[in-house]
T-cell receptor
Framework: AQTVTQSQPEMSVQEAETVTLSCTYD???????LFWYKQPPSRQMILVIRQEAYKQQNATENRFSVNFQKAAKSFSLKISDSQLGDAAMYFCAYRSADGATNKLIFGTGTLLAVQP | DSGVTQTPKHLITATGQRVTLRCSPRSGDLSVYWYQQSLDQGLQFLIQ???????AKGNILERFSAQQFPDLHSELNLSSLELGDSALYFC?????????????FGQGTRLTVV
């Protein structure tokens, strides 16, 4: 079974600075997808970024980028130029690409605080 | 707004009772997923339906059941409720079932069992 681990329960960053959130996962599959979701106080789950395992290039979405290390089974999220609106719980998630289901397996989350 | 609608937003009920949570997927989406977010268990996949049929099952208790109707909306039924069932229940939807499609989440139903 696949597992996702987020070892940082809480992180803090100064506004305009850069922060990196860590995620490791365990799987025996060779093809899969990895995601970072943001959950602000509104509770809405918002997709931040996704990475296909077969792509070597790291995904980037504006100020958000990932460092995907497939051999190490590591998938960290870097937030550049942090803004107050980035304060939220961030979840790393795994999805198999076997075609059977789109279910997501989530980590326990990292609560990010942004200091003005 | 993700386009996924969940009702009610909040629900308070007593132990032993039964409740029904409702989810309307985005227009055109055939798959519906249910997730439970609790302090103890984190975010867990419960069950998936695709075009009315059960597609995948996760850590769903026997006291819980779900279905997807011909109009594609879905209901999650929780019975014999216990204090530990208090959680945020999310519904998500996607176009396909096992294809490369994104799932969009609703805003969740906050269930409190007292």
């Amino acid at each position: 079974a696949q597992t996702v681990t987020q070892s940082q329960p809480e992180m803090s960053v100064q506004e305009a600075e850069t922060v990196t959130l860590s995620c490791t996962y365990d799987t025996s599959e060779s093809d899969y997808y990895l995601f970072w979701y943001k959950q602000p106080p509104s509770r809405q789950m918002i997709l931040v970024i996704r990475q296909e395992a077969y792509k070597q290039q790291n995904a980037t979405e504006n100020r958000f980028s990932v460092n995907f290390q497939k051999a190490a089974k590591s998938f960290s999220l870097k937030i550049s130029d942090s803004q107050l609106g980035d304060a939220a719980m961030y979840f790393c998630a795994y999805r198999s690409a076997d075609g059977a289901t789109n279910k997501l397996i989530f980590g326990t989350g990292t609560l990010l605080a942004v200091q003005p | 707004d993700s386009g996924v609608t969940q009702t009610p937003k909040h629900l308070i009920t007593a132990t032993g009772q039964r409740v029904t949570l409702r989810c309307s997927p985005r227009s055109g989406d055939l798959s519906v997923y249910w997730y439970q977010q609790s302090l103890d268990q984190g975010l867990q996949f419960l069950i998936q339906y695709y075009n009315g049929e059960e597609r995948a099952k996760g850590n769903i208790l026997e006291r819980f059941s779900a279905q997807q109707f011909p109009d594609l909306h879905s209901e999650l039924n929780l019975s014999s409720l216990e204090l530990g069932d208090s959680a945020l229940y999310f519904c998500a939807s996607s176009v396909g079932a096992g294809t490369n499609t994104e799932a969009f989440f609703g805003q969740g139903t906050r269930l409190t069992v007292v």
